[in-house]
Protein backbone atom coordinates (compact mmCIF):
# COMPACT_ATOMS: atom_id res chain seq x y z
CA UNK A 1 0.00 0.00 0.00
CA UNK A 2 1.27 3.43 -1.09
CA UNK A 3 1.23 5.97 2.41
CA UNK A 4 1.41 9.47 1.17
CA UNK A 5 2.40 12.45 3.10
CA UNK A 6 -0.18 14.08 5.14
CA UNK A 7 -0.16 16.65 2.85
CA UNK A 8 -1.45 14.57 -0.21
CA UNK A 9 -3.59 12.36 1.58
CA UNK A 10 -6.80 14.23 0.55
CA UNK A 11 -5.84 15.39 -2.61
CA UNK A 12 -7.03 14.05 -6.04
CA UNK A 13 -4.28 11.01 -5.86
CA UNK A 14 -5.35 10.33 -2.33
CA UNK A 15 -9.02 10.37 -3.66
CA UNK A 16 -8.46 7.97 -6.22
CA UNK A 17 -5.91 5.50 -4.13
CA UNK A 18 -8.90 4.97 -1.43
CA UNK A 19 -11.68 4.82 -4.12
CA UNK A 20 -9.26 2.16 -5.94
CA UNK A 21 -8.73 0.34 -2.72
CA UNK A 22 -12.71 0.54 -1.68
CA UNK A 23 -13.17 -1.00 -5.76
CA UNK A 24 -10.81 -3.74 -5.41
CA UNK A 25 -12.32 -4.28 -1.78
CA UNK A 26 -15.63 -4.52 -3.19
CA UNK A 27 -14.64 -6.99 -6.58
CA UNK A 28 -13.05 -9.43 -3.88
CA UNK A 29 -15.37 -9.14 -0.72
CA UNK A 30 -18.72 -8.13 -1.94
CA UNK A 31 -19.14 -9.36 -5.38
CA UNK A 32 -18.92 -12.72 -4.98
CA UNK A 33 -21.56 -12.66 -3.15
CA UNK A 34 -23.99 -10.61 -4.49
CA UNK A 35 -26.66 -13.27 -5.81
CA UNK A 36 -26.66 -14.63 -2.07
CA UNK A 37 -27.93 -10.99 -1.10
CA UNK A 38 -31.50 -9.52 -0.68
CA UNK A 39 -32.72 -7.60 -3.91
CA UNK A 40 -32.60 -4.50 -2.08
CA UNK A 41 -29.41 -4.87 -0.51
CA UNK A 42 -27.18 -6.28 -3.98
CA UNK A 43 -28.83 -3.25 -5.91
CA UNK A 44 -27.10 -0.91 -2.87
CA UNK A 45 -24.28 -2.20 -3.32
CA UNK A 46 -23.91 -2.12 -7.00
CA UNK A 47 -25.33 1.20 -7.32
CA UNK A 48 -22.47 2.11 -4.29
CA UNK A 49 -19.56 0.53 -6.28
CA UNK A 50 -21.04 2.13 -9.96
CA UNK A 51 -20.46 5.55 -8.41
CA UNK A 52 -16.98 4.81 -7.05
CA UNK A 53 -15.73 3.60 -10.62
CA UNK A 54 -17.71 6.10 -12.05
CA UNK A 55 -15.86 9.10 -9.49
CA UNK A 56 -12.27 6.99 -9.86
CA UNK A 57 -13.08 7.73 -13.87
CA UNK A 58 -13.15 11.41 -13.29
CA UNK A 59 -10.48 11.35 -11.50
CA UNK A 60 -8.56 9.87 -13.79
CA UNK A 61 -9.38 12.11 -16.77
CA UNK A 62 -8.87 14.95 -14.85
CA UNK A 63 -5.08 13.58 -13.90
CA UNK A 64 -4.64 13.02 -17.20
CA UNK A 65 -5.72 16.61 -18.58
CA UNK A 66 -3.34 18.02 -15.72
CA UNK A 67 -0.55 15.56 -16.13
CA UNK A 68 2.49 17.80 -16.31
CA UNK A 69 1.68 19.41 -12.44
CA UNK A 70 0.87 15.39 -11.54
CA UNK A 71 3.90 13.53 -12.75
CA UNK A 72 5.81 16.93 -10.75
CA UNK A 73 3.96 15.91 -7.93
CA UNK A 74 4.42 12.13 -7.99
CA UNK A 75 8.09 13.22 -8.59
CA UNK A 76 8.08 14.85 -5.47
CA UNK A 77 6.71 11.46 -4.05
CA UNK A 78 10.23 9.73 -5.67
CA UNK A 79 7.64 7.62 -8.26
CA UNK A 80 9.90 7.47 -11.01
CA UNK A 81 6.93 5.22 -12.23
CA UNK A 82 3.45 5.51 -12.76
CA UNK A 83 1.69 3.03 -9.92
CA UNK A 84 -0.57 1.30 -12.23
CA UNK A 85 1.32 0.80 -15.17
CA UNK A 86 5.05 1.13 -14.46
CA UNK A 87 5.28 2.98 -17.54
CA UNK A 88 7.76 6.17 -16.87
CA UNK A 89 5.46 9.48 -15.89
CA UNK A 90 8.60 11.86 -17.29
CA UNK A 91 11.41 11.46 -19.37
CA UNK A 92 14.84 10.79 -17.56
CA UNK A 93 16.02 14.17 -18.56
CA UNK A 94 12.71 15.64 -16.72
CA UNK A 95 13.36 13.54 -13.39
CA UNK A 96 17.04 14.51 -13.61
CA UNK A 97 16.46 18.43 -13.36
CA UNK A 98 13.77 17.86 -11.01
CA UNK A 99 16.24 16.48 -8.52
CA UNK A 100 18.56 19.29 -9.21
CA UNK A 101 20.85 18.74 -11.54
CA UNK A 102 21.30 20.67 -14.82
CA UNK A 103 20.95 17.61 -17.42
CA UNK A 104 21.77 14.23 -18.97
CA UNK A 105 24.73 15.32 -20.48
CA UNK A 106 26.13 16.46 -17.28
CA UNK A 107 25.77 13.38 -16.08
CA UNK A 108 26.89 11.50 -19.29
CA UNK A 109 30.50 13.94 -18.52
CA UNK A 110 30.49 13.23 -15.22
CA UNK A 111 30.33 9.08 -15.16
CA UNK A 112 31.08 8.43 -19.13
CA UNK A 113 27.85 6.17 -18.81
CA UNK A 114 26.02 7.25 -21.98
CA UNK A 115 22.72 9.25 -22.30
CA UNK A 116 21.10 6.24 -24.45
CA UNK A 117 22.34 3.78 -21.63
CA UNK A 118 21.02 6.06 -18.57
CA UNK A 119 17.93 6.32 -20.40
CA UNK A 120 17.88 2.64 -20.82
CA UNK A 121 18.05 2.48 -17.26
CA UNK A 122 15.50 4.79 -16.34
CA UNK A 123 12.72 3.09 -18.29
CA UNK A 124 14.26 -0.30 -17.10
CA UNK A 125 12.01 -1.22 -14.14
CA UNK A 126 14.87 -3.38 -13.02
CA UNK A 127 17.43 -0.46 -13.33
CA UNK A 128 15.72 2.35 -12.61
CA UNK A 129 17.18 2.62 -9.09
CA UNK A 130 20.40 2.07 -10.24
CA UNK A 131 19.70 5.78 -12.55
CA UNK A 132 18.71 7.42 -9.64
CA UNK A 133 21.25 6.29 -7.82
CA UNK A 134 23.52 7.94 -10.54
CA UNK A 135 21.61 10.62 -10.48
CA UNK A 136 22.15 11.03 -6.40
CA UNK A 137 25.60 10.90 -6.93
CA UNK A 138 26.44 13.62 -9.92
CA UNK A 139 24.31 15.80 -7.67
CA UNK A 140 25.95 15.70 -4.87
CA UNK A 141 29.46 15.50 -6.40
CA UNK A 142 28.72 18.48 -8.53
CA UNK A 143 26.21 21.29 -6.83
CA UNK A 144 28.01 24.16 -8.41
CA UNK A 145 27.40 22.74 -12.14
CA UNK A 146 24.07 21.73 -11.47
CA UNK A 147 22.83 25.26 -10.46
CA UNK A 148 24.59 26.92 -13.31
CA UNK A 149 22.65 28.46 -16.31
Known amino acids: M ?7 QDSIIGQALKLKSSISYFEENTAPFINEMEKWEAKEYTQVNDEMVAKLEEIKSSLIENE ?7 AMLDFGCCFHCKVPLMTASEYVKSRGVKSLRLITDKTGVSKETLINWWNNEKKVDLFKIVVEGVKCGTVDNADES
Do not use: V
Open 2 to 8: IKLTPQL
Open 68 to 74: KFWNEEL
